[in-house]
């Protein structure tokens, strides 16, 4: 350790860095007394350091010998070593890809939400097939279970139903007609509601019973319907003569009677319910594809 004496404790460290050649940082620096002005010239103290270079320190170290333990060394192991890990590697990766192959071989296959649309409107091949689960019933004993089915639900409501048709519309579809003074509010604003009844009924109707539904609330289908025929009357001629066609954006009841009417005026062409980017139905009608083209 070294002392240095100046006016400040700057000027001290100044001569402490000259002195050793080096940075400040590489100082190590014990402040013996601090710096005063004292009082009207009287009691002025100069600072005082003591330092040292922590660089000539680490210099006069000694390195320590290194010292290695000799070891035969047989190229021969160690290609071998080499060889053995590569193996196991390649088994492991083997393996984990068959596992990983075989668990996304095994994700069922879910139906996509225009599949499930399709199979909830569409007039299939099949839908004579009554579950064997079902019991089958007489016409009119269905029609009465059904009546008394709705009126339980309906009796406790505000809404004023003044009668609630029930009948067959033709032997696998059953027609339910609500009329009276509220009848119309069943609708709803954009049909929500109407959309919502025909769904909970058709589920209810098409489960215990293996019948499809017609539903009527205050000449709501009937008026869907005659709007709808309207719209396609130019589209189908449109098909007639291009061979196919994209109607616009529908809403849900309405995808359903265009879907229907055009699969009656063209049974021999592709006729679906397909969603666009912004989650809008529409029909599309176009021929369809052999596997070779």
Request: with cysteine; proline share 2%; glycine share 4%.
């Amino acid at each position: 350790m070294k002392k240095f004496e100046a006016t400040c404790l700057e000027e001290a460290y100044e001569l402490a860095t000259s002195e050793f050649e080096c940075s400040i940082t590489d100082l190590d620096i014990d402040i013996i007394q601090q710096p005063s002005k004292g009082f009207l010239g009287f009691g002025k103290k100069n600072a005082i350091i003591t330092a040292s270079s922590r660089r000539r320190r680490r210099d006069n170290r000694r390195p320590k010998e290194q010292k290695f333990r000799k070891k035969d060394i047989k190229i021969e192991d160690v290609s071998k070593k080499i060889e053995d890990s590569n193996r196991r590697d390649e088994e492991t990766y083997t393996s984990k890809t068959y596992k990983t192959e075989k668990k996304l071989n095994s994700v069922p296959n879910v139906e996509s939400k225009e599949e499930i649309f399709d199979k909830f409107y569409s007039e299939a091949d099949n839908k004579n097939e009554i579950s064997k689960i079902i019991v089958k019933k007489e016409a009119q004993e269905i029609i009465t279970e059904v009546k008394e089915g709705l009126r339980s639900l309906f009796e406790d409501t505000c809404y004023g139903i003044d009668n609630i048709k029930v009948e067959f519309y033709d032997e696998n579809t059953l027609y339910i007609e609500f009329t009276g003074t509220d009848s119309a509010l069943l609708i709803g604003k954009e049909g929500y509601r109407y959309k919502a009844l025909s769904y909970i009924l058709f589920n209810w109707i098409n489960e215990k019973y293996g019948l499809m539904l017609r539903l009527e609330v205050a000449e709501f289908l009937k008026n869907q319907e005659a709007s709808i025929h309207t719209y396609l009357e130019p589209v189908i001629e449109t098909i007639k003569e291009k061979g196919n066609f994209k109607t616009k954006p529908l809403d849900g009841i309405l995808v359903h009677i265009a879907l229907k009417k055009l699969r009656e005026e063209f049974p021999d062409k592709y006729v679906a319910v397909k969603t666009n980017i912004r989650g809008d139905k529409y029909v599309l009608v176009n021929e369809y594809r052999s596997k070779e083209q």
